[in-house]
């Protein structure tokens, strides 16, 4: 045990070193560091601020209850010592593989609210109540060519989360954002976190609370000229009418989409499906490209595991 202790000290200095220099260098606060660099050590782990989240993937590890608890114990401490982050400010939780409505539950009360920066913007953190923060990290360069090009745009955000794809189109003065989710705590997030930006608008933005397929299928043609579409890979939740598996369904999915785009309209698609298979033949579109490297940021590069694309009608 103690050479794989040493192997994960190691590993975790030396990436920590190098990703904090750029990350400090680009001004960026919130970034991954770990990401089950060593499989004897299933976490991924990022840093926000001044604060640390780490995640344990659910292993067959064969350890009895006591070997365990050193063994994350001990993990702690090591991750204490090399980021240097006082212990309370790092938050733990157990992942498993998800399912459908597990996405949207809550796992704890405790409220650790934070506002992280990105990109001059602000965004609303929670590192404690779920599994997911409120901000994917993997995004980050993502939601900055959503500023870059929605301005003026209609813009519609579905399976928004916590909205941070309608911020950042707020920020590129798109003309009107409506923002799509089936949780009804996302939405208010989303609005929470626009509103602490000081662009919210009544006027310009709605939010709908409504199953995604099923909003789908009443979208008018020529609605929207930016459609930013990130689904879960598969969901079965109560609240929906059908299951959606992403592989199985993406070409129905992105094609209503397409429908709803007007002329020049343009989708950004992007799935986290490890297997994903793009079949581009058949996406009613003049374009379809594989934007996935340039919207790697630098703390992802080598383990990002989604895919995007940029798809022009």
């Not at 955000?157 to 705590?185: C, E, K, P, W």
Request: charged letters at 30%; proline letters at 2%; one cysteine or more.
């Amino acid at each position: 045990m103690e050479d794989k202790f040493t192997a994960f000290e190691n590993r975790l200095r030396k990436v920590y070193k190098h990703l904090s220099k750029i990350a400090r260098k680009q001004q960026v606060v919130c970034y991954r560091i770990y990401n089950v660099d060593l499989p004897e050590f299933p976490f991924i782990i990022d840093v926000y601020k001044d604060c640390v989240y780490v995640s344990e993937y659910k292993s067959k590890h064969k350890l009895s209850d006591e070997d365990y608890k050193n063994w994350l114990d001990t993990s702690i401490q090591i991750i204490h010592e090399i980021l240097e982050v006082d212990t309370s400010k790092i938050y733990l939780k157990l992942r498993e593989r998800q399912k459908g409505k597990q996405q949207y539950e809550k796992i704890e009360q405790t409220k650790s609210e934070m506002i992280v920066p990105e990109n001059g913007l602000s965004f609303i953190v929670n590192l404690s109540d779920y599994l997911d923060t409120g901000l994917f990290l993997d995004h980050r360069l993502t939601r900055q060519k959503v500023r870059e090009i929605a301005t003026g745009k209609k813009v519609l955000n579905l399976f928004a989360y916590t909205g941070s794809f309608s911020v950042y189109a707020a920020a590129g003065n798109a003309q009107t954002i409506t923002t799509v989710d089936m949780s009804r705590t996302y939405l208010t997030w989303a609005k929470r976190n626009l509103s602490y930006n000081k662009l919210y608008d009544e006027k310009k933005h709605t939010f709908i609370q409504e199953d995604v397929l099923q909003f789908l299928k009443k979208m008018e043609p020529n609605s929207y000229d930016l459609i930013i579409l990130d689904p879960p890979t598969f969901s079965n939740s109560k609240r929906m009418e059908s299951e959606l598996d992403i592989q199985r369904d993406y070409i129905d999915i992105i094609n209503k989409c397409m429908n709803a785009l007007t002329d020049t309209g343009q989708l950004i698609f992007s799935t986290n499906y490890r297997g994903f298979k793009m079949d581009a033949e058949k996406i009613n579109a003049t374009s379809v490209k594989d934007i996935t490297k340039q919207t790697t940021p630098f703390d992802f590069e080598g383990k990002l595991r989604r895919v995007c694309y940029f798809i022009e009608k």
